[in-house]
């Protein structure tokens, strides 16, 4: 399991990295805030949807705003919350780097994949996403 996961992380690190400069990281934050409505979401919502803490979040959307992908300004709503918007230049960067991400993630994962499987890979998978008791993680018992 984590050597597959190792080589996945490396396929995808390796293609973003040589076709658009782009780490995983700021790779999932562009495609979260280019999946809103005004690509923009709130710091705290942005947090929610990678599952990141938020001191990781912050000090990733800080490297982003210096690298011109992202800005981020007190909500008007709100002027203790953060709201993070994708800039024009890390929307191109993200078009530029999704036609090869998704090429990479088609040939590490599904081309070599029998159609009996995925059904069965899916459920595993969803499964495995509902589980939230685990050791380190809040609200863990050791009971269950």
């Known amino acids: 399991m984590l050597a597959a996961s190792r080589k996945v992380s490396r396929a995808m690190d390796d293609t973003l990295q040589a076709g658009s400069d782009l780490s995983t990281s700021e790779f999932s934050v562009l495609v979260e805030l280019s999946e809103t409505d005004d690509c923009?979401?709130?710091?705290?919502?942005?947090?929610?949807?990678?599952d990141w803490d938020r001191s990781r979040?912050?000090?990733?959307?800080?490297?982003?705003?210096?690298?011109g992908l992202?800005?981020?300004?007190?909500?008007?709503?709100?002027?203790?919350g953060v709201v993070v918007r994708l800039t024009d230049e890390g929307h191109r960067r993200l078009a530029s780097a999704a036609p090869e991400h998704v090429e990479s993630v088609r040939r590490v994962i599904f081309d070599h994949m029998e159609p009996a499987v995925a059904p069965v890979l899916k459920s595993y998978f969803?499964?495995?996403m509902e589980v939230d008791n685990v050791p380190g993680?809040?609200?863990?018992?050791?009971?269950a």
């Open 126 to 128: 969803e499964g495995l």
């Open 57 to 67: 979040t912050s000090h990733q959307i800080t490297r982003m705003e210096r690298r």
């Open 70 to 80: 992202v800005t981020k300004h007190k909500s008007e709503g709100d002027a203790r």
């Open 40 to 50: 923009a979401l709130r710091l705290r919502d942005l947090c929610a949807s990678l």
């Open 137 to 143: 993680s809040p609200g863990f018992t050791a009971d």
